[in-house]
C-alpha cells in the first residue's frame, strides 16, 4: 500500500516486481498504465503539464487506496502519478493492485483509476503542434464511471 | 463581552482559476457574514476584475477546505486553507 | 495482436514496453498477471504444472484474442501462457490490453482472462508440500464470469 | 453400390482422462451407428477397464473436434483428430 506523487518517470515492471518479490500469495495482479496521447479530438498535442496541489493530492491518493483496501481483500497496491511537462508517449499514472483472486484485482484496478480520474487534484494542459492549447475540460464519462461504485455501496 | 476575532485564511487557486487570478495563494480576512464556501464566492466576486474573471461561473468551480473536497454549502468555520480550483483531469 | 505458449518465463515491463513503443495512439494500458499461489484452500502447494494441448491451445486463444479486438478499439493485445513445472510465486500468464481509453482495455483485459479460464485447453496438476496432489477443478464461478459477456452480446 | 470407407480418428486425451487412460492418444476406426461425440463416448466405455474409468462420469469430459470445442451432440463425420479432457483451468 503506497502512494507517490513524483515528476520522473516510473518503470512498469521494477515496480510491479518490488511490489510482489517473495510474495507467495498473491495469484493476481492487475496494473494500469496511463499515458500522455498524441493528439486530442484530432489535433496533434506536442505537450502535456499536469498541475497538482501538493499535500491534497497525497491525502485524497492515501484515502482512495484506503477505500479500495477496505472493500476488496488486496494484497497489496501502488499509485504513482506524475506531474510536470510530458510529452505524447509518456507514462502519467501507475495503478497496480494485488489479490489472491482476479476479479478482486480487476475491479479494485478500476475503482482507484475511476476515483482518480474524479477525486485527486490533477489539472491538464495541452499545448497542441500549432501552438494553441488550454486546459483539458473534465469528462462526464468519468463522473458516470465513480457512480456505479457508489450504488453497488448500498 | 469580547467580539469573535476575524478569521483568516490562505487562499490557493489551481489551473485556469490560478491563471485568470494572477496568483497562486493570498491571504484575506473573512468579513462578517461570510460563512459558507459559496458565501466566500459572492463576496471574492465583488473584490476585483480578476476575481469577476476566475470566479465568472461559480457552478464549475471546486473548493477544498483544509485539503479536502467540499461542497459550496460548508462552513468556514475553523479552516485555515481554502483551495479553488476547476474540476480535476489527472489519471 | 499476438498469441505465445511457452516454457519460459516472461518479462512484463519488458513485454509492455516492447508492444506500445513508438506508440502515440494508446492512452491507456491494462496488463493481467496470473502468478502460482503458495497454497490452495489452506494446503501448501510445492509445484505446479501446466498441461496444455498443444495446437488447439494457440489457434483457441487466437479466437479470444480476435473477438476482444473485434468488440474493443485496441490499439495492440498481448496474451501469454506458461507451461511445464512452475513454482510458488511463478509467473502462469501475460494479458496485456491497449486502448486509447480506459474502459476498453479495462475491459477486453477482463474478457480475455475470462474466456481464457473457461476456453484455452490448459489444466493445472497441484503438487502438495505433503507430496499428495491432483488435478485442480474448474471454478463454477469462472464459468459465471464468462456469462456476462454473452448476455452482455445481445 | 460401394460401401461408406469406415473412419479412422486419432483419439487424444488429456489430464486425469490421459491418466485414466494410460496413455496420451490412439487411433481407432469407428463402428458402424457411431455418428456423434456421445455415441463414441459410449462405444468406448464397452471397450475395457482404462475406459471405463476415463469415462466414467461422461458429464464432466470435455471434448474437441480438430482442435476446436464441440458439445456431445457434434456429429463425427468428417473428423480427423477427437480430443477428450477435463474441463480446463488455465490462466
Not at chain 1, 477496505?70 to 494484497?75: D, G, I, T
Not at chain 2, 476585483?48 to 461542497?71: L, M, N, S, W
Given at each position: ?20 518479490a517473495g ?29 497538482h ?102 | ?51 469577476e ?39
Amino acid at each position: 500500500m503506497a502512494v507517490r506523487v513524483q515528476l520522473e518517470d516510473f518503470d512498469l515492471g521494477r515496480e510491479v516486481a518490488a511490489l510482489t518479490a517473495g510474495r507467495h500469495d498473491i495469484g493476481a495482479i492487475v496494473t494500469f498504465t496511463g499515458t500522455v496521447r498524441g493528439s486530442d479530438k484530432g489535433a496533434p498535442i506536442s505537450e502535456m503539464t499536469l498541475e497538482h496541489y501538493p499535500g491534497m493530492t497525497e491525502t485524497e491518493l492515501e484515502r482512495i487506496e484506503a477505500e479500495a483496501t477496505a472493500r476488496w481483500p488486496l494484497a497489496a497496491s501502488l499509485i504513482i502519478h506524475r506531474h510536470g511537462a510530458l510529452r505524447p508517449g509518456d507514462n502519467i499514472v501507475l495503478v497496480v493492485t494485488a489479490s489472491p483472486h482476479r476479479q478482486a484485482a480487476f475491479e479494485a484496478a478500476e475503482f482507484l483509476m475511476d476515483f482518480l480520474k474524479t477525486r485527486a487534484p490533477f489539472w491538464k494542459k495541452e499545448t497542441r503542434m500549432d501552438g494553441s492549447g488550454g486546459w483539458v475540460d473534465a469528462r462526464e464519462a468519468d463522473d458516470a464511471a465513480l457512480d456505479r461504485w457508489q450504488s453497488a455501496k448500498t | 463581552m469580547p467580539e469573535t476575532p476575524s478569521q483568516s485564511v490562505q487562499l490557493r487557486y489551481f489551473a485556469w482559476v490560478r491563471e485568470k487570478m494572477g496568483r497562486a495563494e493570498e491571504t484575506v480576512t473573512l468579513p462578517d457574514g461570510v460563512a459558507t464556501v459559496s458565501e466566500l464566492v459572492g463576496w471574492l466576486r465583488t473584490q476585483g476584475p480578476e476575481y469577476e474573471a476566475a470566479f465568472a461561473r461559480p457552478e464549475v468551480v471546486r473548493a477544498a477546505i483544509d485539503q479536502t473536497h467540499v461542497k459550496p454549502t460548508a462552513p468556514l468555520a475553523g479552516a485555515r486553507e481554502i483551495a479553488f480550483f476547476p474540476p480535476v483531469t489527472g489519471g
